[in-house]
């Protein structure tokens, strides 16, 4: 009996102890918790295809010299992608290296739109891709198709590739589509990357503002046209039922012989000439506009530049204003 005694008052005696040197060692472990806010990451305006896939229109000659010559399955096909190989006339007596990288381009033809009010804009140049140097010769190289924007073709010119560095987006205010004019320069879309004429996000689109009007890559172009205009159809020929027209009463309760319908009238006790909607808008400013978006330019040249649209209000067309924020 004095045993089990001895043996309960033991157990609960280690119990008391393990619990004890438990809770004093949790204590000693206890540190204040540190939080640290991660940097946020920075995400880009423009991913690698509408980087270096945009396109641009310039007015300075370009170099012909260097160009594709040859494919190795030049038997099968006539355009090429990614994974060909294809043959430049560059070879180590113009100082190219394995691993070198080019751009691919392809001239297309000189720009001209009823949408800008400069002369001579220049030409329009496809961006195709860029291709590596995989084995140097004498006077050729073969490449290897790195990346392509468009199928290759032979003939299409070689040229050093231009870096690039996409603007970033920035937390900004909600687009304002009643936004005053920054009395900065003005110019108009003047055609967009794949012919397209109606434009939404992410679209590439080219406008007649560039270097001379000291554009730089990252502004901020708000996309406006004048109010009032951008509708495909016509004005109605009829707004209201002619004042000539009479006769909408009942025969039985003789409402009366004009309807809710008809011409309004000018004057005031209505006496005077029919008030048209072309008419009214005679009397307002001429500088009301209609905000329909915003862009952001990713390549200037000469007399243009090459944007992507970021934020829509509404559609986007070919002939829309442009203005630097």
Not at 154 to 164: A, I, M, N, S, T
Not at 263 to 275: H, I
Not at 297 to 322: P, Q
């Amino acid at each position: 009996m004095n045993f089990q005694k001895s043996f309960v008052k033991l157990v609960v005696l280690s119990s008391l102890l393990i619990v004890v040197f438990s809770w004093v060692a949790s204590a000693q472990d206890q540190r204040p918790l540190t939080v640290t806010n991660a940097p946020k990451r920075a995400f880009d305006v423009a991913g690698a295809n509408n980087l270096y896939c945009a396109g641009f229109i310039q007015t300075n000659a370009i170099n012909t010299s260097n160009k594709i010559v040859g494919a190795k399955d030049e038997t099968d096909h006539f355009n090429y992608s990614q994974n060909d190989f294809l043959y430049i006339n560059m070879g180590q007596n113009k100082g190219v290296h394995v691993g070198d990288v080019f751009a691919v381009v392809r001239p297309r033809a000189k720009v001209k739109s009823k949408w800008s009010r400069k002369t001579d804009l220049g030409f329009y140049v496809q961006e195709v891709g860029a291709v590596e140097i995989v084995k140097v010769n004498a006077e050729v190289s073969v490449a290897r198709v790195k990346t392509s924007c468009s199928s290759f073709l032979l003939g299409d010119l070689v040229q050093p590739v231009e870096k690039r560095t996409s603007p970033v987006y920035a937390r900004r205010p909600a687009l304002d589509i009643f936004g005053a004019p920054s009395g900065k320069a003005e110019g108009l879309i003047l055609m967009s990357r794949d012919g397209a004429e109606y434009l939404t996000r992410d679209y590439i689109a080219y406008v007649d503002l560039g270097a001379d009007d000291h554009v730089s890559v990252g502004d901020r172009l708000t996309i406006f046209r004048p109010l009032g205009k951008g509708n495909l159809f016509l004005d109605p020929d009829r707004e209201s039922v002619s004042a000539r027209d009479y006769g909408f009463e009942s025969d039985k309760y003789k409402g009366g012989k004009f309807s809710n319908q008809a011409a309004r009238k000018s004057g005031d006790k209505a006496e005077g000439q029919e008030v048209r909607t072309r008419d009214a808008k005679k009397d307002r400013p001429a500088n009301l506009r209609k905000v329909v978006g915003e862009a952001v330019v990713l390549n200037v040249k000469e007399k243009t530049a090459t944007v992507v649209i970021t934020r829509t209000a509404t559609e986007i067309h070919t002939g829309d204003w442009v203005e630097i924020q």
